[in-house]
């Protein structure tokens, strides 16, 4: 007669212990995928990085912005750099501004290096190679970074839009002309002509920032032509651009006026540089120009202005008999105005690579 250890019936304890165990495992194996499926979807990972990546360089100013923006800052105070974000502004999505230069290190006073970009673009711990290149219309592709590898990597492409900035292009005719006599033992005039900034004015919230003339992060350029054009040589004998100035509130600019090198200024008679310092004969040049670097003076304070003021000397024919003409008045730089070319824009694209 058998035992019921001899009948092979299974105990109830193993029953169940055994079934605990077959779901132990089930689980186990269905958690196996997950725990290695971040080194089977790099390349997901890769896609994720390139369009954070895009989002800081096209979405977002960088920091500091505004009348610190980063692009002004030079190689040795680049630390103070937080991000290196391209953007008009936060609130203008995909169009970029001249940081571009900056970014891909056309500016001579900052040069950025692979550490920078890691640290102030990619972010993170992990060393990722990386291709950034911008292509603006017919301008040369600019590109920073490593060369690309065939596949295996993360891409991201924005179109996008480049802020030109404005600038006054004004013709002589444009201000009075002004007549005098004088006498045969005076035949001078001291006048002189401006172009004025009217912050109040030009700083119009009610213009999108992609139009808007931005004067503490963009430059200001004024071209005078057609000036010797506009003399009347039977009447004039010389014409002396005595000197150049910054007036804010009726008073002088403390700033060195005598130097070429400067962070303030660019001036130019017929394409050759000078400073503001004078005097200067011009009686057969046709143009002068202009360039303010950003931030300009006093752009932060919005109930100020700022003129540039060209002093001017005439020497007429001394002859008290007639009428003698000379330019003078204050042009604002300012909108809607025919000699004001506005801010405008031009499509681009932008392509991220990571990997």
Not at 51 to 57: D, E, K, N
Not at 285 to 298: N, Q, R, S, T, V
Not at 301 to 324: A, C
């Amino acid at each position: 007669m058998r035992t019921f250890r001899e009948n092979g019936i299974l105990s109830v304890d193993f029953l169940i212990g055994f079934s605990i165990f077959l779901l132990a495992l089930i689980m186990i194996l269905t958690m196996i995928p997950g725990i290695f499926a971040g080194l089977d979807s790099a390349q997901i990972d890769y896609d994720a990085v390139a369009y954070r990546t895009s989002v800081i360089l096209c979405e977002d100013p960088g920091w500091p912005a505004d009348d610190d923006s980063w692009e002004f800052m030079d190689t040795y105070h680049k630390d103070d750099i937080d991000r290196l974000g391209l953007a008009v502004s936060s609130t203008s999505p995909n169009i970029l501004s001249k940081k571009t230069k900056a970014f891909f290190n056309e500016n001579e006073n900052l040069v950025l290096d692979n550490d920078d970009y890691h640290s102030k673009v990619l972010f993170g711990e992990i060393p990722y190679y990386y291709n950034i290149s911008l292509k603006i219309e017919n301008d040369p592709v600019n590109t920073t970074g490593n060369i690309a590898p065939d596949s295996g990597y993360g891409y991201m492409r924005r179109l996008v839009k480049l802020k030109e900035p404005g600038y006054a292009k004004i013709d002589s005719g444009e201000f009075n002309k002004t007549n005098t006599t004088i006498t045969t033992l005076n035949p001078y005039v001291y006048t002189g002509f401006s172009v004025i900034f009217n912050y109040a004015e030009i700083q119009n919230k009610s213009i999108d920032e992609a139009y808007r003339l931005m004067l503490q992060s963009e430059p200001a350029s004024i071209t005078i032509y057609n000036f010797s054009s506009s003399l009347n040589r039977s009447d004039i004998s010389n014409v002396t651009l005595t000197k150049i100035r910054f007036i804010n509130d009726d008073k002088e600019v403390p700033i060195v006026y005598s130097t070429y090198h400067n962070d303030t200024y660019r001036f130019f008679i017929d394409g050759i540089q000078h400073t503001m310092q004078g005097p200067f004969e011009i009686s057969d040049a046709d143009e002068l120009k202009f360039e303010i670097y950003p931030p300009l003076m006093f752009s932060d304070e919005i109930g100020t202005s700022l003129s540039v003021v060209f002093n001017m000397t005439y020497e007429f024919v001394p002859d008290e008999s007639m009428k003698h003409y000379y330019i003078s008045g204050d042009i604002p730089y300012i909108y809607n105005k025919d000699y004001m070319a506005e801010p405008y824009l031009k499509d681009g694209v932008m392509e991220v690579m990571i990997w």
